[in-house]
């Protein structure tokens, strides 16, 4: 399948990444002589299951030449506008597109076997929605000290992951429902608030299930999703504070160990 990667958005003075980019997208920050957007697109370069990759929110100049074809699209000012403009890209050079991977430009740690492996845990494609969670506890085993912000769903707390499976077609849906959901992304209690109190006292309280965030989404949506926890920490460490930089650039410039 093809696969858009998403890059856009750049950090603000007031923002605390700001002295790592220097306002430029978060995408081009550094760890271990390489772009975070440089590692996702070679991770993707990598897998099997991918295809053709756009990345929206930067130019093709930002980095070096990766030496295969690349399809760049400069930033469209928000999230929304971004994935709408991932899905005229993918749709344009491949009117018969039907399944897209979208990715964030900030999980450098992630790989191509990864990638694989993540995507045929969504096979037969039978929805329209494939998105996942990572526990606290295997974020914790595989990146100590992460601080990562986390909900609590089928008693366990989660963290979503940055890599979602999707339909095509979920963009003639009307606008409006996306950016507000949109907007609800990094605090999941906006989305349940959308379809009523109920829900949003139960996510609230830790008594959501994965049947029920599977419903709720359908409800918004009109389509069905497929909501599953995975076991990869890497798909849900995104880059998000300074703390989470300096624990990445320890992961790609530890020294090397003789043997």
Known sequence: MDCVI????????????????????????????????????????????????????????????????????????????????????????????????????DIPAISGALVDEHIAKCHPFDKNVYYAFVTRQTIDRRFPGAQRTYTRLDGKDVASCDLMVMNAELAEIDRGLWDSLANARKQPWKVAKIVGVRALARLLLGQMTIDEIEDTAEKILGRPVKVFITDRAELAMDVDKPSHVELMRAEFEAPEVDA
């Open 6 to 105: 998403l890059a856009g958005g750049r950090i603000t003075e007031e923002d605390p990444l700001f002295g790592y980019t220097g306002g430029k997208p978060k995408a081009l920050i550094t760890l271990g002589g390489k772009t975070l957007l440089e590692r996702v697109i070679q991770a993707m370069r990598d897998a099997t299951a991918v295809d053709e990759i756009s990345v929206v929110g930067v130019e093709s100049g930002d980095i070096e030449d990766l030496g295969f074809p690349i399809q760049f699209l400069s930033d469209q000012g928000d999230l929304v506008s971004n994935v709408y403009a991932g899905l005229e890209m993918v749709r344009n050079r491949n009117p018969g597109a039907s399944t897209i991977l979208f990715c964030t430009a």
